[in-house]
């Protein structure tokens, strides 16, 4: 006999609005397992207000709210019985965030937490990660966003330390990242993985799922940090308009794709990993697992 469950979360980023609806099959005597149902991805770019003026413009406030009016009316016909909205560096550095989410509030129904950069790694890392972990290896999990990168170590099967740091995509695109904060990414990644070798990494966020699609492997397989500086050089070789085009990237990826492989990169190098496994998982899939153990 099994029981299915659904939740949903709404990862609001600095780049993109997703909400994922998450199906929980429950089964006695077998590990629970989870499934995307539905995923859903709006394209505002929330960043571009929050860290170049400081506040979220109009504009952006109505197409939040119908967003999430939208998101409400699919989580209504998906039956979810339990959700969590989290939002993340944009939100939280703009002065009328607070604002903007009792209008979300009032308009559609959705509460909305403004979530700190620890409890953002927290969350990501709370994702089952078992399943790809092998406990006697040590893996340096990265998530890029558009505001902010999550770094989170793994060794023996625990996370034993994680940090946040503000650089991220859209603050990149907008050379809004100075090299003192290179300098601090560099040396915490130095120095907690200095004691572990060799070090692999795990890659989160929607610019790194690209890349991994667009290579054609296969899930389990890694990419190496060949490939992912071949391509790094590749598409900035490409204009905008050519990566839209010829590549057929969406115009709201065509210009983060490189910064995002640019924060990779380093953690590569700096990490002195060779590889990086691309699971396909994220905030979103961490609000729904965290939500199901309790751990929010």
């Known amino acids: 006999m099994i029981n299915i469950k659904k939740y949903a979360a709404i990862d609001i980023g600095s780049n993109a609005m997703r909400l994922l609806v998450a199906n929980i099959i429950e089964e006695e005597g077998k590990e629970t397992h989870f499934s995307k149902s539905s995923l859903v991805r709006v394209p505002i770019r929330l960043g571009q207000d929050a860290f170049t003026v400081g506040e979220i413009n109009e504009e ?6 119908d967003a999430m009016k939208a998101y409400s009316l699919l989580m209504k016909v ?25 209008i979300i509030r009032q308009e559609s129904g959705i509460e909305i937490e403004i979530i700190d950069g620890k409890k953002e790694a927290a969350i990501i890392a709370s994702t089952d990660l078992h399943h790809l972990l092998k406990t006697e290896q040590t893996y340096l999990y990265v998530d890029v966003g558009g505001g902010s990168t999550e770094f989170s170590l793994f060794s023996g099967g625990k996370m034993i330390v994680s940090k946040s740091f503000k650089i991220g995509t859209v603050r990149l695109l907008n050379e809004m990242v100075n090299e003192i904060v290179w300098l601090e990414v560099e040396k915490w990644i130095k120095t907690n993985t200095a004691d572990y070798e060799p070090v692999t990494l795990i890659g989160s966020g929607g610019n790194i799922n690209k890349l991994f699609k667009m290579s054609g492997k296969m899930q389990e397989k890694p990419l190496s940090y060949i490939y992912l500086n071949s391509q790094y050089a590749a598409l900035n070789a490409l204009s905008y308009d050519q990566r839209v085009s010829d590549l057929g990237l969406n115009p709201d990826r065509a210009d983060v794709i490189i910064p995002a492989l640019r924060v990779y990169l380093n953690a590569m190098k700096w990490s002195g990993a060779r590889n990086i496994y691309v699971p396909k998982i994220g905030l979103a899939d961490g609000i729904v697992k965290a939500m199901y153990y309790g751990k929010v």
Do not use: L
Not at 60 to 65: A, K, P, Q, T
Not at 89 to 101: D, H, L, P, Q, T
């Open 60 to 65: 952006n406030i109505e197409r939040m709210v």
């Open 78 to 102: 998906h039956k979810v019985e339990k959700y969590m909205a989290c939002a993340t560096s944009a939100m939280r550095e703009a002065y009328n965030g607070k604002e903007v989410v009792e």
